[in-house]
């Protein structure tokens, strides 16, 4: 009977001790893992979203660049960060719910992971260099693709990311072949369509607005189903004989397994504040995304849903992948 006494005080004890550093989270800066390099949209949301949570929590919100591995690395690094809420990792679509149905990875996207909160979402852009290929719809682009002796090529940023899935299964509509190049990241991928070493760049919107505006590159179809209010001369690829066609990206934040559910609560809380603010609306807006700021009951929903859809994907492409 004693030593049940002694048992039950001490988990009495325990528990209080837990309660209250929860109750003082955070006593120390928090850091976000960026799985790719800087520079990128993944970065960009990362970015504002750090700002905006450490004046919410009054202690600052570092972001750090882990790279590697097809967005592996960074991920598996918060899988097994010790889960006190003060390592998180703001993912991008394909690290989560594309990449370990084309490749091995270390963690599990439901297991390794409590969402916190999608941040934003985005479309997928479809862009060419006017000086080497000077289509300006993807039915021309089909139509130059079918009268080349050899294959035209694209650029994306990865193996089996958005930009790859998302033309893949679009070339399979329009039954034609594309070389795929893929490159270190989408940043890497768009300053090879600049330099004319890949005619085609697919990849996040945001990435390209600025040089579709400079007439560097021009987009020749986006992945919305219907055209986006802030860009009115961008047409959609389902507008142009691809009814249907709809690839939604985004950015999302995410702990490791067995964070405090108090945690979680704290950080969702803040940034679903982000979005009731004009100015963190606006910065994304900018750049054709739209802040989301969801619940984690609704960002676990959408991951979901996304692996189901892109599972299936990934199996109906089967060899066109590789």
């Keep these: 009977m004693k030593r049940r006494i002694i048992a039950i005080l001490a988990a009495i004890l325990a528990a209080g001790i837990s309660m209250g550093a929860v109750a003082a989270w955070p006593e120390k800066p928090l850091t976000f893992i960026v799985p790719v390099a800087a520079g990128g949209l993944n970065d960009h949301s990362a970015r504002l979203t750090a700002q ?31 889960p006190d809420g003060y390592t998180l990792l703001m993912a991008a679509l394909p690290g989560l719910v594309m990449i370990p149905h084309t490749q091995k990875v270390n963690y599990d996207t439901f297991k390794s992971f409590v969402p ?55 070339l399979k509509r329009a039954g034609i072949t594309m070389t795929h190049v893929p490159y270190k990241g989408n940043s890497e991928a768009v300053v090879a369509t600049l330099g004319g070493h890949v005619r085609v760049y697919v990849g996040t919107l945001s990435d390209v607005i600025a040089h579709h505006k400079s007439g560097k590159l021009r987009i020749i179809g986006i992945s919305s189903s219907s055209r986006l209010k802030e860009l009115p001369d961008l047409p959609t690829i389902a507008e142009q004989g691809y009814p249907g066609y709809k690839i939604v990206t985004w950015n999302g934040l995410l702990a490791p397994a067995g964070t405090p559910k108090e945690v979680i609560s704290t950080i969702a809380s803040s940034l679903r504040s982000a979005c009731q603010d004009a100015a963190f609306n606006a910065s994304y807006q900018a750049i054709g995304v739209e802040a989301i700021c969801s619940t984690p009951e609704q960002f676990s929903e959408k991951l979901q849903a996304d692996w189901t859809m892109w599972g299936d994907a990934v199996k109906m492409l089967g060899q066109s992948l590789d």
């Design 52 to 82: 905006w949570l450490g004046k919410a929590l009054k202690q600052s919100v570092v972001v750090e660049n882990k790279t590697g591995g097809n967005t592996a690395i960074g991920a598996d690094f918060v899988a097994r960060a010790r």
């Design 116 to 170: 916190i909160s999608m941040m934003d979402a985005s479309y997928m852009a479809f862009a060419v260099n006017p000086a080497i290929l000077p289509v300006k719809t993807f039915a021309e682009l089909v139509a130059a693709a079918k009268t080349q002796s050899s294959p035209l090529d694209y650029a994306t940023g990865a193996v089996g990311g958005t930009g790859h899935l998302s033309m893949a299964l679009l």
